[in-house]
């Protein structure tokens, strides 16, 4: 897949939801979907990640198979699944980040992740810098919420949690700024669809 072009003075708001997607699932659309409409964005990018550095190969499946099985998932226009870290030949989420804020410097970025991300996001490469430099949604996850919000990260940038209700209001406010949208959970995840394809 090439790289997504835009003219240079577009200005958009895009979503970014990074991940293994191993496989893609109903939940990934689902909290995209939210994303788009809550957070007043225009697209979301999927970024099938190349191999996620805190997760083990084994049992990865192969970059084209991963993409496939979210091409199979995701009807929505609007959502875009890519391979743009591999593109860009980046492994961290903070040189993704650097690298697309360098090429498309009049979009809009915003990450998005669940509760249980949150939870262990000190252990990412520059995760402070990550905070600092792109606003961040997080979505709700069923028993992670309180490990989330009483996380080391969540802590560290207290003053700059918006209320939910100025979700809308996110893509206009210099990073950092980042919101928690108690949104309704999905059990469902991509270990367990692994499992029961296994049976």
């Not at 997607?21 to 990934?28: D, E, I, L, S």
């Not at 697209?43 to 997760?55: D, E, G, I, R």
Request: proline content about 7%; overall charge positive.
């Amino acid at each position: 897949m090439r790289l997504p072009s835009f003219g240079h003075h577009t200005k958009m708001t895009v979503g970014l939801l990074g991940g293994s997607f191993n496989p893609a699932h109903a939940g990934h659309v689902y909290i995209s979907e939210v994303a788009l409409k809550k957070m007043g964005l225009d697209q979301v990018w999927w970024l099938v990640s190349p191999q996620n550095p805190l997760k083990p190969t084994k049992g990865m499946a192969p970059l084209g198979q991963r993409v496939a099985s979210a091409k199979k998932v995701v009807r929505n226009p609007k959502i875009q699944i890519t391979t743009l870290e591999t593109k860009l030949n980046t492994r961290y989420t903070a040189d993704t980040l650097k690298a697309l804020q360098r090429r498309y410097p009049n979009i809009r970025f915003v990450w998005i992740m669940g509760a249980d991300n949150l939870a262990t996001f000190h252990r990412w490469k520059d995760w402070e810098a990550i905070f600092a430099s792109c606003r961040i949604v997080v979505f709700h996850r069923p028993t992670y919420a309180l490990n989330a919000l009483t996380s080391k990260t969540a802590q560290r940038f207290s003053q700059h949690r918006l209320p939910q209700r100025q979700a809308s209001v996110l893509k206009y406010k210099k990073p950092p700024a980042w919101v928690f949208l108690p949104i309704r959970g999905m059990a469902i995840s991509a270990t367990e669809i692994r499992n029961q394809m296994k049976d």
